[in-house]
């Protein structure tokens, strides 16, 4: 088990949490996105081994945010709250 | 045709229920009025005269109407009385919505307290958060203290599943057991 840090409640188990995503993974707009474009955004991602940001939501709260995490060591490098803009 | 009634237990008489083992007591709460608060919780504040703080997850509310903190910008307003707020959007930037038959209230008590809050969330009961939501028992709840007894708000449809829960609970934590 894990404990994530939900950037209104504080520390809660990871199972309250559910993941959103890659950071900074942005949907294309307009009409004349190139068709690899979508296939970038739809299936090809980052993987890093080490520092990955990503975006979760805290279900019970409802707060959506961005976290950094290890994903080698699994350590929680940072959180903090989407204020509405998408997370780069 | 199939009566699938039959697969689950009947729901207690919530008016009459009790579950009791040495140390602890659990009893299901009616006639509250609930009240959820969206939006501008400052602005709630000013209007209602009531709280737009909240309790957190076990914190401590007191009286006969308070607030518990569900969100960032939600509450969840308990009255042991009807409120003279009108349900709906209010111009000051809030919204207020009638949850009172949504949400099921148990109070436990008791000396075995801390070992049934164990038993229901890894959380640190002692460690201050903002929201009382949380998970209990492997469902969303609403989990604060009132006085010395603990309050807990699910969805109706989920309390008889949290009462069996409780009864299984109370029973280990009065047979010593681990599970």
């Known amino acids: ?88 | 045709m199939r009566d699938l009634a039959e697969k689950w237990s009947v729901a207690p008489d919530w008016q009459s229920a009790v579950i009791t083992a040495p140390g602890l007591a659990v009893r299901a709460i009616s006639g509250l009025t609930q009240l959820l608060v969206s939006g501008d919780l400052d602005a709630w504040a000013r209007a209602s005269g009531i709280d737009g703080t909240g309790v957190g997850a076990f914190g401590a509310a007191q009286g006969g109407r308070y607030a518990a903190r569900l969100a960032r910008d939600r509450l969840l307003v308990v009255s042991n009385s009807p409120l003279a707020i009108a349900t709906g959007w209010h111009a000051e930037g809030f919204a207020v919505t009638a949850i009172s038959a949504g949400l099921q209230v148990f109070e436990v008590e008791g000396a075995a307290l801390d070992a049934f809050i164990a038993r229901g969330t890894t959380l640190d009961p002692s460690q201050a958060s903002a929201s009382a939501a949380l998970s209990f028992a492997g469902i969303s709840a609403v989990v604060y203290r009132h006085g010395s007894k603990l309050r807990i708000h699910v969805d109706r449809g989920l309390a008889a599943y949290l009462w069996t829960w409780m009864e299984i609970a109370a029973g280990n934590i009065a047979a010593g057991s681990a599970d």
């Open chain 1, 1 to 88: 088990m894990q404990i994530f840090p939900c950037p209104f409640c504080g520390p809660r188990d990871e199972t309250e949490f559910h993941f959103g995503g890659d950071a900074g993974n942005i949907r294309p707009d307009g009409a004349d996105v190139p068709i690899d474009r979508w296939a970038d955004y739809l299936y090809l991602r980052t993987n890093p081994k080490g520092t990955a940001r990503e975006i979760w939501v805290h279900m019970n709260c409802g707060e959506f945010f961005v976290m950094e995490r290890d994903t080698v060591s699994h350590k929680v490098l940072s959180s903090a709250a989407l204020g509405g803009e998408h997370a780069a």
